[in-house]
């Protein structure tokens, strides 16, 4: 079974516009973390967060967490062209797994 | 660096054939996985190794064998191949840490007939 779930499964917005989803997992994690994935490509690791930590910042990506609720979002801000992709959180626990959601699409309309 | 790479990128089999998808890395990591993607869902962990010569089950290891003889190396056996088996293939790995993000391939497309 997957430990997080993103929400919604896709997004469409246009050039400029702010994109959020959001994911929710069941169990205590150490830290979360989101990974892009381009169509035909592997992810790519964009933020991580620690379960101590509200918020953090990297670049136009803004991700918080709130473990009370077990749900973390990821903001892009002024959503480019290039942001067409999907978009997965990863929750880890005790030891080295990584255990996925199953990802939102996210399509940014020129 | 190349990172991590995965060799081949398309690969189509019959129903019990057998083949070995492979998957290095030159980064030193200690840590490395396999995941399976279907379409339309995340990445499902099938096995993962820790250092050379250990190796664990994932989530869905069944249909699947692995070993880990050098840190380079990574390779995924599939015995007798299944059309449930038809899937996006990524490797990946990491430092070991609980804070280190995951590397991951370009992935291999597999289809069972």
């Known amino acids: 079974s997957q430990q997080g779930e993103e929400d919604p499964q896709a997004l469409s917005i246009q050039e400029g516009e702010n994109a959020t989803m959001n994911c929710s997992y069941k169990t205590s994690i150490n830290n979360l973390q989101w990974y892009r994935q381009n169509s035909g490509r592997g992810l790519v690791h964009l933020i991580l967060i620690r379960s101590n930590e509200r918020e953090k910042h990297s670049g136009r990506l803004r991700v918080t967490l709130d473990t009370s609720k077990k749900s973390s979002s990821l903001l892009i801000t002024a959503s480019r062209a290039a942001d067409t992709a999907s978009y997965f959180c990863?929750?880890?626990?005790?030891?080295?797994?990584?255990?996925f959601g199953g990802g939102t699409r996210v399509l940014v309309k020129p | 660096n190349a990172g991590v790479t995965q060799t081949p990128k398309f690969q189509v089999l019959k129903t019990g054939q057998s083949m070995t998808l492979q998957c290095a890395q030159d980064?030193?990591?200690?840590?490395m996985s396999w995941y399976r993607q279907d379409p339309g869902m995340g990445l499902r962990l099938i096995h993962y190794s820790v250092g050379a010569g250990i190796t664990d089950q994932g989530e869905v290891p069944n249909g699947y064998n692995v070993s880990r003889s050098t840190t380079e190396d990574f390779p995924l056996r599939l015995l007798s191949a299944a059309p449930s088996q038809t899937s996006v293939y990524f490797c990946a790995s990491s430092t070991p840490g609980t804070y280190n993000e995951q590397f991951f391939g370009p992935g291999t497309r597999l289809t069972v007939l």
């Open positions: 980064m030193n990591h200690e840590y």
């Open positions: 990863a929750t880890r626990a005790a030891g080295n797994k990584l255990t």
